[in-house]
């Protein structure tokens, strides 16, 4: 489903130049479960921009579903994220004046769906993550796991084949937080594939792989179930 082949970043700044990734290789299969670990500053965040095609590689290679990432335009790659990829982030990053319904539709808009198909399919996803009751409020009439749970929807409402999510329980407590794993688990079950950065080996456990990331390397890359 996805390589990734000498994937190098560096971040430059004027005259500050920060090597993000350094050469980092490897192969997940369609319907895997893959967390990625390490440190603080290990490059975890940057690879996860580039896996989900918001940002470019240095140089290297990233094959997704067949198709060469860097060679694609910008028109191109946004429609690659909007078919194949969900990305849910830490701070959930939900439309706050909107309802829950709305933020959920979102890219439906950019897909180009109509109206009510829109609001039929966001109502369905919003459902399947348990959020069925809450469509009309807003983001801050929910909890925090509510609200993670409607960032969950968001990136599924497309029906992407990879799930793609950065620390997805890193502001939760840790009940909310294992609720919110067992969302990630049921998706994986029905076919999606799921990487998700974590720093909390409970978490990690859920995965079948852990990739270790440490100043911008794989420092191991290990099947665990
Ligand atoms: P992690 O998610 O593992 O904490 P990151 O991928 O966020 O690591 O960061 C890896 C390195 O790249 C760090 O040294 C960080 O400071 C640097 N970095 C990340 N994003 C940027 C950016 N936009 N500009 C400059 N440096 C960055
Ligand atoms: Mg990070």
Request: net charge negative.
């Amino acid at each position: 489903m996805l390589l990734v082949n000498k994937l190098a970043k560096i971040y430059s700044n004027g005259e500050i130049e920060v090597q993000a990734l350094k050469g980092v290789s490897f192969e997940i299969e369609q319907g895997e479960m893959i967390a990625i670990m390490g440190p603080s500053g290990s490059g975890k965040s940057t690879l996860m921009h580039i896996l989900g095609c918001l940002d470019l590689p240095s140089s290297g290679q990233y094959f997704l579903e067949n198709e060469d990432i860097s060679k694609l335009s910008e028109e191109k790659l946004a429609e690659i994220r909007n078919r194949y990829i969900g990305f849910v982030f830490q701070q959930f990053n939900l439309l706050g004046r909107t309802t829950i319904l709305q933020n959920v539709e979102t890219p439906l808009i950019y897909a180009g769906l109509e109206k009510n198909k829109r609001r039929m399919f966001a109502r369905e996803t919003l459902e399947r993550v348990g959020l069925g009751h809450r469509l009309h409020h807003f983001p801050n009439e929910i909890s925090g796991g509510q609200r993670q749970r409607v960032a969950i929807a968001r990136a599924l409402v497309n029906n992407p084949s990879l799930i793609l999510a950065d620390e997805p329980t890193g502001n939760l407590d840790s009940k909310t937080g294992k609720d919110i794993m067992g969302i990630f688990h049921e998706l994986n079950e029905q076919g999606h594939t799921v990487v998700l950065v974590t720093h909390e080996e409970e978490i990690a456990e859920h995965a079948q792989r852990i990739i270790y990331l440490m100043d911008g390397m794989i420092k191991w890359d290990e099947v665990i179930k």
